[in-house]
């Protein structure tokens, strides 16, 4: 193999010796996956906002961003349940970018990947602690779910990695719900398919392991917008979209049929600011079907302390230094808007 071998990083089970879940932290978890869990069975009618920085790349501004939300929260509870993204991975193959605080906690720095194992477990930690929330991270990789599993309210996994069979085994084991995104390509059949194999029991090699898994029943859909073959971004948004998914869903004997919306990416063509305007648009196609009023059960949303993003080592603190978000002031109200229209 033409690699070298450096060390061998903790297991999970050392990480979590550093930063055990207290009693208390462990109720807070327990109850807000059940509150959760009940908003996709349709037993709690809640709007899910998935909502927060493209990246968490600085431990201290995403508590910042996370505090600021929990009087917001507390306002509009009777309508609204949110579970803030604290995203620790990106996709950053190409040999430029940042590639999250699991492989860079300091991201002006050459990656440490065990302290970023521990970086990313001590943010999620203190997070939930001063909070209350539980949050969503992105499983970009399968195997480092183990060091945040009993923490984590939702996962996603990403366009790139929705048809990777591994991604799909692992969703199946998971214990929170699972959001699948179109493909890039905007195939529903292979985010369907996704979506049915999380669904349902599977034997597999996990982390050297042989496991047995017994299915998601809440795993979902997530539409992100696609990209054509002449790189043009492709909405799937709109209210056809939404119908299309409501009559593929109904022809297929999935549990808890359910769809998130995540209003960047190649839905807003990465224009943060067109985020309020899509929720919108969106929230007028529940008023008008019943059915899509069913399915959508809530939105992502990428949100920061400041408004658009930066390059690493221009220092901005709550500007995110990945994907421009959308700022504070913009996202209070656009929550509060939520509200209002629901």
């Known amino acids: 193999m033409n690699m070298e071998f450096e060390r061998r990083l903790a297991i999970p089970a050392e990480v979590k010796e550093q930063y055990p879940l207290s009693g208390k932290l462990g109720k807070t978890v327990e109850e807000k996956r059940a509150e ?20 968490a790349d600085n431990e201290d501004a995403v508590i910042d961003y996370m505090n600021r939300l929990v009087p917001v929260q507390e306002k509009v509870r009777d309508k609204i349940l949110m579970v803030p993204r604290i995203y620790t991975n990106k996709p950053r193959t190409t040999g430029a970018g940042y590639k999250g605080m699991l492989h860079q906690p300091n991201p002006n720095e050459k990656p440490d990947l065990y302290k970023g194992i521990v970086a990313c477990r001590h943010m999620h930690m203190r997070a939930v602690a001063e909070t209350g929330f539980i949050f969503a991270d992105e499983m970009l990789y399968p195997e480092n779910y183990q060091y945040l ?28 719900p699972v959001g699948m995104k179109n493909p890039t390509s905007g195939d529903y059949a292979v985010m369907m398919n996704a979506i049915s194999a999380a669904q349902h029991s599977h034997t597999f090699i996990y982390r050297g392991w042989e496991v047995h898994s017994e299915g998601n029943a809440h795993c979902h859909a997530i539409l992100r917008g696609s990209t054509n073959k002449h790189g043009n971004n492709l909405q799937n948004y709109h209210y056809e979209d939404l119908e299309r998914l409501c009559n593929t869903y109904d022809e297929l004997e999935l549990k808890n049929p359910a769809v998130i919306i995540d209003t960047n990416h190649s839905n807003s063509n990465k224009n943060p600011f067109e985020q309020p305007r899509i929720v919108m648009d969106v929230l007028n196609s529940c008023r008008h079907n019943e059915r899509i009023a069913g399915l959508v059960k809530g939105f992502m949303i990428e949100s920061y302390i400041e408004d658009g993003c930066q390059k690493i080592g221009d220092g901005v603190y709550g500007k995110s230094i990945t994907d421009p978000c959308l700022g504070w002031e913009k996202t209070e109200g656009l929550i509060y808007d939520i509200a209002e229209k629901i």
């Open 36 to 55: 959760l869990k009940a908003v996709f069975e349709g037993r709690l009618n809640r709007l899910l906002l998935i909502i927060g920085p493209c990246s």
């Open 149 to 176: 599993d009993d923490l984590l309210g939702y996962v996603a996994v990403g366009a790139r990695s929705v048809e990777d069979q591994q991604h799909r085994l692992t969703a199946s084991g998971i214990e929170v």
